[in-house]
C-alpha cells in the first residue's frame, strides 16, 4: 500500500552541479505533478505528466529545468547549473485521473551549497 | 490568474472549534480542496468541495460558496497534533490539471 514514493529526501549540490529528483507515483496511478515550495509558502505548480508524456509545463522555469516520465520507471525532475535560488522542498503529486485528488509524497529538501 | 489568501496565523486551544478561511479570485475552477502539512511533511488530502455547501468528514469540514468566492475548513474537538499548515487549493477550470495553492494557514493548538 505505498504511497507516492520520492527520493532522495535530502539533497545537497554546490552550484553549478546537476539535481536529479525522482518520484514513483502510487500503483495505479499514471498523473504525475512536480510542485516546489520555498519556506513559509504555499506550494507552485511546475509541470503535469501522464506516461511518456508533458502535458503542462507552464510552471516550470523556460531553462535549466526539465522533466519526464517514462514508459518504465519513475519521472525524474532534473535542474541543471543549479543556483541558490533553487533551494526548495520540491514535492511531487499523482493522481489516477485529472478528476480525483492528487496524493503528494515526502518530498526532496534541495540544498544548494 | 488566480489568488487564493488566507490568515497567516491562528491560535486555538485544545478541544476547541476553529475555523480557517479561504477568500479567492479566480476566473474559475472546478472545486476547492484542503490540504494539512506539518512542519517537513508532505501534503495531506483532508477535503474536496465540488459543489456550494458543506462537507463534512470526521473532525473536519470544509464549506463553500462561489457567489461569495469564499470557503473555510472547521476543526473540531481540536487536538494537539492539529497543528499544522493548511493550505486551500483549486484546480482552475480551462483544461489546467494542476493544482493553485492558497497562502497557507499555520494553526497553533495550545493546551
Known amino acids: 500500500n505505498a504511497g507516492v514514493m520520492q527520493n532522495p529526501r535530502h539533497l545537497v549540490r554546490r552550484r553549478g552541479q546537476e539535481a536529479r529528483l525522482r518520484c514513483s507515483p502510487m500503483?495505479?496511478?499514471?498523473?504525475v505533478y512536480w510542485y516546489r515550495q520555498l519556506p513559509e509558502e504555499g506550494l507552485k505548480f511546475m509541470v503535469y505528466?501522464?506516461?511518456?508524456?508533458?502535458?503542462?509545463e507552464s510552471g516550470m522555469p523556460k531553462e535549466r529545468f526539465s522533466a519526464e516520465f517514462p514508459k518504465e520507471g519513475p519521472s525524474i525532475l532534473r535542474i541543471q547549473q543549479v543556483v541558490r535560488g533553487d533551494s526548495a522542498a520540491y514535492f511531487c503529486?499523482?493522481?489516477?485521473?485529472?478528476?480525483?485528488?492528487?496524493?503528494f509524497g515526502d518530498g526532496t529538501r534541495l540544498s544548494i551549497l | 490568474g488566480q489568488s487564493l489568501e488566507q490568515p497567516s496565523e491562528v491560535t486555538a486551544v485544545e478541544g476547541a472549534i476553529v475555523q480557517i478561511n479561504c477568500t479567492y479570485q479566480?476566473?474559475?475552477?472546478?472545486?476547492l480542496s484542503w490540504y494539512q502539512q506539518h512542519d517537513g511533511g508532505a501534503p495531506t488530502f483532508l477535503s474536496y468541495?465540488?459543489?456550494?455547501g458543506l462537507e463534512e468528514t470526521g473532525r473536519f469540514s470544509s464549506f463553500l460558496s462561489r457567489s461569495d468566492s469564499y470557503g473555510y475548513l472547521l476543526l473540531q474537538e481540536l487536538q494537539m497534533k492539529d497543528s499544522a499548515s493548511y493550505f486551500c487549493?483549486?484546480?482552475?477550470?480551462?483544461?489546467?490539471?494542476?493544482?493553485?495553492f492558497g497562502t497557507g494557514t499555520r494553526l497553533t493548538v495550545i493546551p
Open positions: 500503483k495505479g496511478h499514471s498523473h
Open positions: 479566480t476566473s474559475g475552477f472546478y472545486g
Open positions: 505528466l501522464q506516461k511518456e508524456n508533458i502535458i503542462d
Open positions: 468541495n465540488a459543489l456550494d
Open positions: 487549493a483549486v484546480r482552475p477550470s480551462g483544461g489546467a490539471n494542476n493544482l493553485f
Open positions: 503529486a499523482s493522481s489516477p485521473d485529472s478528476n480525483q485528488p492528487q496524493h
